[in-house]
DNA sequence: TTGAAAGCGATACCAC
DNA sequence: GTGGTATCGCTTTCAA
């Protein structure tokens, strides 16, 4: 074609605002650039950094996300699972609230890829999960770096996964009799948690690791009202970076962030490449968490 | 057709479980069954629930949504509406975090119906939004009706046109010179405005109405660090029913609800119209508040 | 009542 | 280089 032809054209495609209708291009090249978001978490506190990442990471590609929130519906999550294959799409992220559940669907024998993150997912899967061994060892890490000596946990019901790994994690560096306590995921048994510890007695924690932030919220509350001092008494660290929670708590909370945001970049560019036919390698993903330095923890380090 | 040869199609086609490709049905219908959610809120705390209603009136009817989170990025708006566009949305739905702000993209002239949804749209299109005055109203005469005299208004920044629409209907039932304080949206702010309130002296207030459930939320940890209980001493209403925030305060926080599944609800079903062809009045439509209670204000109506 | 054909919008590929 | 044609999967229309 004649460089000047071709140009001729551009010009007069752009000036009728000329744009491709997708659907008939995904009808021959069977790729809808669009993909599925599939998730059990209502409140949005998980899915929405995974969604924005990989929203950030496919933007680029002109691939559009559907967001199907299925609470734990088996029959509205096949529904939303139909309706996203008659739309073509080029695959699908399967997301929930922990890592050792699943969502209520069957997302095995799809003839699009599927990708799990947070959730679990069929065997031979690719799956994408924070290191919540990673997390707990940079807290009590932390914690024993700025030089507290007598650490605990407090944190979530024992049969979540991840309330084990971190508890393992946490010995692992704060001693094998480290106090741990389970509760619920809430300020209030926060509260609670530090009524025990307190009333226990002989060796008071100058360290405490939380497993979320509400969590830590009620445990710096609790302390406040005791009259003991966060940072200077004792350092409290939470778990998660909920802005809303660990932003506004006083002080401001010192508390792990699980990536979300990479951790959705990555299944999006994970499903894409599956989708066009790229070797992907199978198995579970742990992704590396990060400190989030606020004020709850004594700022200076000993060195 | 014969009947036996529709019965006989129907049942092979479920046998092979065949599945109508929406692609090719759009191309020729000029439906997508698709419509596209944008907005500028990035915690999700308006959008989520917006989006759930939107997903729970749409799914009956076979449409999925298409989430496009923008940020305040104008470039990035173009893109993703032009993405839409290209997949033949049938419409979009543009929402944000206020009623008087708008997002940073064009959406009029648009080949596809647009509907506003807590966001300043185009002139003559059709808006959603939470009635203000009426939120205001309801917590107000729920203070009155138990028997708190003196009333305050505790709020956000003054900029807000929600803001104003509140506290007009506040002193309205309050009283002309009832006290409003403007701040921030913050707990930090509910503290400080205590603080004030308390400072000044003379008539301290016996029921406080919150522009947020942050504020609320600062407000009563106020209260109670100055010994002053809620809801015995002073009755405490929030704004907004924010779970995370609202249930987890102590006592967990009386506030107004704006029903914004509903209102998603609404907007997906106007959207849907639209783009039907129905005719739907243009104009700004405030949807009713609704009071939730919890314990920060006290439960028995004095009768 | 049923089967065949045209066409939706874009692309790939073929002769010219 | 270029124009024409078949094709994707489905719906609609028309003829048989």
Redesign the interface.
């Given at each position: 074609m004649a460089d000047e032809t071709r140009a001729r054209i551009k010009r007069i495609a752009a000036e009728i605002g000329f744009?491709?209708?997708?659907?008939?291009r995904?009808?021959l090249s069977n790729r809808?650039?669009?993909i599925?978001?599939l998730t059990n978490d209502?409140?949005?506190r998980f899915t929405?950094p995974v969604?924005?990442g990989i929203?950030e990471a496919l933007?680029d590609h002109?691939v559009?996300?559907?967001?199907?929130?299925i609470e734990d519906d088996p029959a509205?999550g096949k529904?939303?699972v139909?309706?996203?294959?008659?739309?073509?799409v080029d695959g699908i992220i399967a997301t929930g609230k922990r890592i050792d559940g699943s969502l209520p669907v069957d997302l095995s024998g799809l003839p699009v890829p599927v990708v799990y993150a947070f959730t679990t997912g069929a065997p031979d899967s690719v799956t994408f999960t924070a290191d919540d061994g990673h997390g707990a060892t940079l807290a009590a890490t932390r914690l024993k770096e700025i030089g507290r000596k007598r650490l605990a946990h407090v944190t979530g019901p024992d049969d979540f996964a991840a309330v084990h790994a971190r508890a393992a994690a946490f010995r692992d560096v704060a001693g094998r009799d480290a106090p741990v306590l389970y509760g619920t995921w809430?300020?209030?048994w926060g509260h609670e948690a530090v009524d025990r510890l307190w009333r226990l007695g002989k060796e008071r924690p100058d360290g405490i690791f939380c497993g979320n932030d509400?969590i830590a919220r009620g445990v710096i509350?609790a302390l406040r009202e005791r009259g003991v001092c966060v940072p200077e008494d004792v350092s409290v660290i939470g778990f998660d970076n909920w802005?809303?929670?660990a932003a506004?708590s006083?002080p401001p909370l010192t508390t792990i962030d699980m990536n979300l945001k990479e951790l959705g970049r990555q299944a999006g560019l994970t499903v894409l490449a599956l989708g066009e036919g790229r070797p992907v390698e199978a198995g579970l993903r742990k992704l590396p968490c990060r400190l989030v330095v606020r004020q709850s923890c004594s700022a200076t380090l000993q060195s």
């Open positions: 744009r491709p209708n997708a659907l008939a995904g009808l809808s650039f669009t599925g978001l209502t409140y949005g929405l969604m924005a929203s933007v002109g559009s996300v559907f967001l199907c929130a509205l529904i939303h139909d309706a996203m294959l008659d739309k073509q809430s300020e209030k509400q509350d802005e809303i929670v506004q006083r």
